[in-house]
């Protein structure tokens, strides 16, 4: 006959490299029959003892079921890849600058003119080398660049403001956040503004009923580090100043008349590199506030033509500019945060005594105008 025989019954076990047992193969053998011989089945092998990997995020964790050999370097390359993340502290400093004749261009332009030196000429003798001029300052962009280490950073700026306006800090915050992740920053209000009113026409005398919804307004700044080898820190930055405007926009919903109101924002994106402890300015959002104030003896100051005799009418005009301080601090271990934990402890404990300090000021404060500027950067008595 033409056909083979059937193969034999008996399968080859197979092992595992530690020697378990596995699942054995199918049976492989010969045979012979009428007419011919044949031969039949095939060695199996189980594929058990493959490479498994099987995450476990709940224990931030992974399983592997693998040789000795490639274990050891799937355990080598976890232990180059599975490091503690970088991450940055952000010291944030919002301020609102009122814009008088020393500063009618702008802060920005005031530090790059020169505006500063003369601020700190009694300071600059003293710091030699390191000089806080405006040759230092960055002439890109959004901003300027100074020198955290050397230069006193945010405070440096804003005492030197002070010396020549008013400056109002809206907000200092510090915030920690990890490598390449964003950090965001909110001073402001949230503003209900009225969306929609209905009324029902089945219903005789219904109820009017109002939908209301909120707009965020204030400075909102959100910041998302990215650090080199090299300690250069690139901040992608995003500011955004809203606020509600003077005058209503009329809608109509539903049959009824809704007078919204405007809301006026003004938003910066940029990206900007610092070295680490170094501190960048944003600056340039001015606002103009115009207002109208009419004073006189109630009632006769609004007569038309007559009232003009019975009172007056004052108009106020003040610029403000928004600036924006970011200092970042890259911490790299334990250590750096350790040491960043201390900075703090010691300005807190710097601030509980100021009160006391300013008790012990003569009745006439510093005879010398720059005298809070010099000892903000260690410079006086």
Known sequence: GNAGGLGGQTGNTTSSPDGNPLL???GGGSGSGLGGSGSGGRNGQSDTNALRIIPNPQNNAVLVYATPDENDQIEAMLRKIDITPLQVRIDATVAEVTLN?????GTQFFFKSGGVNGVLS??????????ITAAMLSTGFPGF???????GGAPFVINALQDVTTVHVLSSPELMVVDNHPASLMVGDLVPYLTASTQSTITA????TNSVSY???????QVTPHVNNGGLVTLDVSQTVSDVGSSTTPTTSGGQAINSP???ERNVTSRVAVQDGDTVGLAGLIRDNVSRDNA???WFKDIPLLGALAGSQNNKRQRTELLVLITPHVVHDQRDAYALTEDLREQLQHAARVPDMLQNLPAGGFADPNARLRRSVGLGP
């Open 24 to 26: 054995g193969g199918l």
């Open 101 to 105: 004749d020393n500063l009618q261009y």
């Open 122 to 131: 009694n300071a600059s003798q003293s710091l030699g080398s390191s000089a």
């Open 145 to 151: 660049v100074i020198g955290g280490h050397s230069g």
């Open 205 to 208: 005398n219904a109820p009017i």
């Open 215 to 221: 707009q965020q307004t204030g400075v909102i700044l």
């Open 262 to 264: 405007t809301f006026n």
């Open 296 to 298: 006189g003896i109630p």
